[in-house]
């Protein structure tokens, strides 16, 4: 709550990761693009994200939303196909 996009704030959520022990480099745009996948993935409607990053237009979402499409086809490549005797 209060963070904004800036120096500042990236110094801020690398000392968060250093704390919690997170090894790797996470920038202000990294978690905003997280959260953004995240809130996706789990059923957020793409007006409410776009309107939440502060997007003018919904296009700029739509690339998260993409993300979000190339995740479900992978995770549904990872089920072997399964082979049955009638």
């Known amino acids: 709550k209060g963070l904004k996009y800036g120096m500042t704030y ?8 250093n704390r919690a022990a997170v090894p790797k480099h996470i ?3 990294s978690a905003r693009h997280t ?3 995240l809130l ?3 059923g957020a ?3 409410t994200v776009s ?3 502060g997007h003018r237009e919904i296009r700029t979402t739509a690339i998260y939303a993409k993300i979000v499409d190339s995740k479900m086809k992978e995770a ?11």
């Open 10 to 17: 990236n110094t801020e959520i690398i000392r968060w990761c």
């Open 27 to 29: 920038t202000f745009h």
């Open 76 to 86: 549904a490549e990872i089920i072997p196909e399964l082979t049955l005797e009638m």
């Open 35 to 37: 959260n953004a996948v």
């Open 45 to 47: 409607d793409i007006y």
């Open 40 to 42: 996706l993935e789990n």
């Open 51 to 53: 309107k939440r990053l």
